[in-house]
Structure formats: C-alpha cells, structure tokens
C-alpha cells in the first residue's frame, strides 16, 4: 500500500523529472558543442576556451538540477541556501586555488606576457613556458623549471625583458685618479664601434657617472637586439680588461693596507 500510495503521489512527478534530464543533457552537449565551435572561430587561447566550457557544463547542470527538484516539489529557498552554505564552505576551503585561478584568468585575458618571453617576478625570472589557469610555468637558462602560482603573477610588478625588440645595456666600470679618462672614454667607444652586433642609432653613450673614494666611474650605455644582449655583455667585459691592461689604464679594487708599528721596550 505505501509503494503504491508512493507511486500515485509522486510517479508522475518522477516520470516528468526523468524527460527534464534527459532533455537538459542533450540540450547542455549541444550547447557545449555550439560554444567550443564558436570558441574556436574566435581563436580564443585554448587555455581559456577549456575553463569557459567547463564553466558553463557546471552552471548548466545547476540549473537542470534546480528545474528537477523544483519539479519533484522541492523548497527552491532551502535549496538555494543549502547550495549556498555549500559554495561558501566549498570558497573558503579552496580560496587559494581560486585565487590562482581569477590570476590566470586576468593573465590570460589581459596578456602581461607570452609563451617564449623572459620575464621577471617577486625575485623570479625565465622563459614562459606555459600558462595555465592555474601557474605559469618558466626556465631558467641553465634549465631549472619554475612554477609561480598565477595568484601572486597577477598582483606582482611583472617585468617583461621580450616586449621590446631592442634593449639597453647599461654598464658602468672605474678607472684610477691618475688614469686619462678621456683616453678610457676613447678605448671604451671603439670596443663598441667594434662590436657587430651594437646599435649606433640611438647613438652608444660613455660618460663620467661619478666620483666615488677609490675611482672614477664610467657608464656605458649601448643599444642592442633583445636576443644579442648577454653576448655584448660578455664581449664588453672581455674587451674592456684586455684593452684596459694593454693601454695601461687601472681598475680599481678595494684593498686594506696595514702598517705596523714596531715600539722599543723602555728598561
């Protein structure tokens, strides 16, 4: 009798429920189907394009589900508040992980950087290997592999060394007092003229920088292709000792002289 009181009270309701799922699951695929279509004409970054369909499959699913209780005879308010302590308790446990996850979002929307680029953050820098909604994955050039949580990328300063197809390098190197210093500013411009892979427009600067207690300081300030920079680094500091010690002209070093005073014993 309680089955068939059961079955006269709620098997229609059971039935209808039953069409309104498998309606809803045919309709969310399409939907699914139709978005990732759509995506893909956009040529959104695919990174993005998974989490907006993934998003959208569980919003639609929520939604199918409150049209099945409510259909069932369920309270929509108690359910609405139940689904609501549960997304609170469910934010609170995993809030870090959402925060990476809004960081990748706004990284992979507002673009700070690409896959390939050298970039530097919180005291971190490498190449973009990847990024997810999650880290963004770098290397460094003696392959070291970092994962940095999108989190903090999104709310540190980013610093972008690839943006720019050409980059300044600023160098500075201290000669003696008793040095020539305009021979030393002539020595350090031809070691640039020299050099294949220097920019000469904008023109090289080499310039008197300051006074400090054991020398006087020289900047060098050198325009070069992004991919060129470390070998004029390299090649700037071989070429200026080389020819520094062949022209005579000293670099400074900090040492400490001891005198030593011999006192004669008074008898």
């Known amino acids: 009798m309680k089955i068939k009181h059961f079955i006269d009270a709620y098997g229609e309701k059971i039935i209808i429920s039953l069409i309104i799922f498998i309606i809803g699951f045919f309709v969310i695929k399409f939907l699914n189907k139709a978005l990732k279509k759509a995506i893909e004409k956009s040529k959104l970054d695919k990174t993005i394009s998974v989490f907006l369909i993934s998003i959208l499959k569980i919003m639609l699913y929520i939604i199918l ?10 309270d929509l308010n108690s359910l609405v508040a139940v689904l609501g302590v549960i997304g609170l308790a469910i934010s609170l446990a995993v809030k870090d992980t959402l925060a990476n996850l809004s960081g990748g979002m706004l990284i992979l929307f507002s673009k700070p950087f690409n896959i390939g680029d ?6 971190v820098e490498g190449v973009v290997d990847s990024i997810s909604v999650l880290h ?29 197809k050409t980059r300044r390098l600023d160098l500075t190197i201290g000669i003696g007092y008793d040095d020539d210093y305009n021979k030393a500013k002539e020595i350090l411009k031809n070691i640039i003229k020299q050099s ?3 920019i000469i427009d904008p023109k090289p600067v080499v310039n ?16 070069v292709k992004l991919d060129d920079y470390f070998d004029l680094k390299f090649y700037l500091h ?7 010690d062949k022209e005579g002209i000293t670099i400074p070093y900090n040492k400490l002289d001891v005198n030593i005073i011999k006192k004669e014993k008074i008898i």
């Open 196 to 198: 294949e892979i220097s």
């Open 136 to 164: 963004t994955k770098l290397h460094t050039y003696d392959r070291k592999t970092i994962y940095i949580p999108n989190g903090i990328v999104s709310n540190q300063a980013i610093t972008n060394h690839s943006e720019e």
């Open 65 to 74: 589900f409150i049209i099945i209780f409510s259909n069932l005879g369920a």
């Open 118 to 123: 050298y970039i530097e953050v919180e005291k």
């Open 208 to 223: 008197i920088s300051e006074f400090s207690d054991s020398c006087i300081t020289l900047s060098i300030k050198v325009w």
């Open 238 to 244: 071989e070429n200026i000792k080389s020819n520094f």
